[in-house]
């Protein structure tokens, strides 16, 4: 199914802003067995988490007489993140201030909970913009299904944000407003109502009677409207509207052009897209780049190499943003296109980088080395294999580029001995550096230690990928650095998925002693203890259970942790333990602090 895009894509970041809620259940199968927990990115850290104290003391400032105090409350209630919370933060969202019952909002939405959602959706119908308002985001990014009765009746509201703001939900949803609603908003007197009518219209399979306001729009709207019109009219009705189509694509106006570009995407008409890469517009050319790599357009293959290749390393139209970072549009639209042209120039523009990808420094060759690394890598090419296992044996352990090398080879998947000799070695060598690395951080006049972390996590991730057993014994040895209770961290979280897939009947026990050691020590940090609870699982290790039920009932130290020992625990024995709160970790700013800890 070919994607739908979108002309906030050009202007916005996709999606709403802030995390989405995760609602309760979702650690659950529907037999009621833990799901093996995941997490979106390496890191872990402590989220805050309030006891039955904390909470009984929020809760008694939640009837202070000054409505600010009680907003402050409420919405620390909802870092609690404990749902006992709840009755409290229910009866917050009835306070006769607006400013607490929009703080109520906000707290049940961190609590994510089914019946914290429940607040939330109850709050759509509260007599107060601003909670109104609060209360359509918050669903939104809850992703309230349950919400949609409630949003859609606000549509109704004679207010344009009030408007404009559930339609953009409903948009985000996933949800089409309704070709009658969307009839009488194309015509609202507000610009932002029709634009985000418009926009929802693109959710529908066919335009129907929306076509000719849809049209009348194209033609005579403000230039965002006439954009988002284009766009709507090119994935519902591209043929019927393909003279207005073709105006876009000249106009003066880089959001009409980019508007012509999302078009023929939807149209499918790729062979539009090699002049529109050298608009001299960056929106355009984001626009067409995105579009050649969805539609596999392998005539603009050289184009986007010279894009990604010559695109600055401070490039502003970027500016921090990654969904906006040219290069790597580039980059991923030359992997879509995956044609061996695509390989072969990826492999010899790697040698030509080798140089500067030496240097620890981000230089725009070592970027473009990592970038056709992770091309070669994503495409599991055997061109320029030979180039990259050269490159991972001969670059210096803190070079820039050297983990997305390494990275490649495991995707490319090919073990021979030359390979894992290689890869063996260097994680030797980072096992050596790694300890001198930590001592150096003991000491501030230690002079510099070639080494990097992610180098490490890289080499032990492709040894695991290529199922070289004979690095256990290495990968042990670096899990077991402790440096006055300092350790390799992101190397042990990385070792606990390479351990798991690497075990055998003769190295199992060895392995299970090493999870066991970390799972038992208290200095590692959380991310550590949650791969290597997840280890544990995997390998139903009966010895780690002692430290396994430490994390789950004694030290309890964040959420996340507490369910992945919780997993391993029912993977190992079949049946499912009840999951514990985590210790109380006050936040910051919290209206209270308690001194009993």
């Known amino acids: 199914m070919r994607a739908v895009f979108s002309i906030l894509s050009l202007v916005l970041i996709a999606g709403v802003a802030g995390a989405q809620v995760r609602l309760e259940g979702w650690r659950y199968t529907s037999d009621g067995r833990l799901k093996e927990p995941r997490l979106s990115e390496p890191v872990l850290k402590k989220s805050t988490f309030g006891d039955a104290e904390n909470i009984r003391l929020l809760a008694a400032l939640g009837k202070d007489d000054d409505p600010a105090v009680r907003s402050q409350a409420a919405w620390n209630l909802g870092e609690t993140h404990n749902p006992g919370a709840l009755p409290y933060i229910r009866s917050a969202s009835k306070d006769p201030s607006a400013m607490v019952r929009g703080s109520a909002v906000g707290a049940a939405e961190a609590i994510g909970t089914v019946p914290a959602a429940k607040i939330v959706i109850d709050a759509l119908g509260d007599s107060d913009r601003t909670v109104l308002l609060r209360a359509i985001r918050s669903a939104g990014r809850m992703r309230l299904a349950a919400a949609r009765k409630q949003l859609s009746a606000l549509l109704a509201r004679d207010d344009a944000v009030l408007r404009a703001t559930a339609l953009r939900t409903l948009t985000d949803m996933g949800a089409p407003a309704g070709a009658d609603v969307l009839a009488t908003l194309l015509v609202n007197d507000s610009p932002v109502v029709r634009l985000r009518a418009i926009e929802n219209a693109a959710l529908l399979d066919r335009p129907g009677a929306l076509g000719k306001p849809l049209v009348e729009l194209a033609e005579k709207g403000p230039p965002s409207q006439r954009a988002a019109a284009i766009v709507t009219l090119g994935k519902l009705a591209f043929e019927s509207a393909s003279d207005l189509i073709r105006a876009a694509e000249k106009d003066k106006n880089p959001l009409l052009r980019s508007a012509a570009v999302l078009a023929y995407a939807h149209g499918g008409k790729g062979e539009k897209l090699l002049a529109l890469l050298s608009d001299e517009s960056p929106m355009v050319r984001l626009a067409a780049i995105r579009a050649a790599g969805q539609l596999k357009q392998a005539d603009c293959a050289a184009r986007l190499f010279e894009i990604m290749l010559a695109t600055p390393l401070d490039d502003e139209t970027a500016r921090f943003i990654l969904p906006f970072r040219v290069d790597i549009a580039a980059r991923d639209s030359l992997a879509k296109i995956g044609t061996k042209e695509v390989e072969k120039r990826s492999a010899g523009l790697l040698k030509a980088f080798v140089g500067e990808a030496n240097s620890p420094a981000v230089t725009i060759n070592s970027r473009n080395a990592r970038m056709c690394a992770w ?44 390979t894992l000799g290689v890869l063996n070695a260097r994680l030797e060598r980072s096992r050596v550096q790694g300890i001198r690395y930590l001592v150096s951080l003991q000491n501030p006049f230690s002079p510099y230690v070639e080494f990097s972390e992610k180098t490490t996590v890289e080499l032990i991730t492709a040894l695991g990928r290529l199922k070289y057993t004979r690095a256990v014994p290495l990968i042990q040895k670096i899990v077991l650095i402790d440096v006055r209770k300092t350790h390799l961290n992101s190397a042990v979280a990385a070792a606990g998925e390479a351990l798991a897939s690497l075990a055998t009947v003769e190295n199992r026990a060895a392995i299970e002693a090493t999870i066991n050691k970390v799972l038992s020590t208290k200095s590692y940090a959380l991310i550590a203890v949650f791969e290597m609870s997840r280890a544990a699982g995997k390998l139903k290790a009966r010895g780690t259970l002692d430290a396994l039920r430490d994390i789950l009932t004694v030290r309890r130290p964040e959420k996340r942790v507490i369910v992945a020992a919780a997993w391993a625990i029912q993977e190992i024995l079949g049946e499912t333990p009840t999951l514990t709160d985590p210790r109380p970790h006050e936040g910051k700013h919290w209206i209270i602090r308690t001194t009993r800890r």
Do not use: F, H, M, Q
């Open 375 to 418: 091309i070669l890598g994503e495409l599991k090419s055997s061109e320029g294999y030979d180039t990259l296992v050269s490159l991972a044996g001969t670059l210096k352990l803190d070079s820039d580029a050297l983990p997305e090398i390494v990275r490649a080879i495991g995707k490319i998947g090919r073990g021979d001995e030359k």
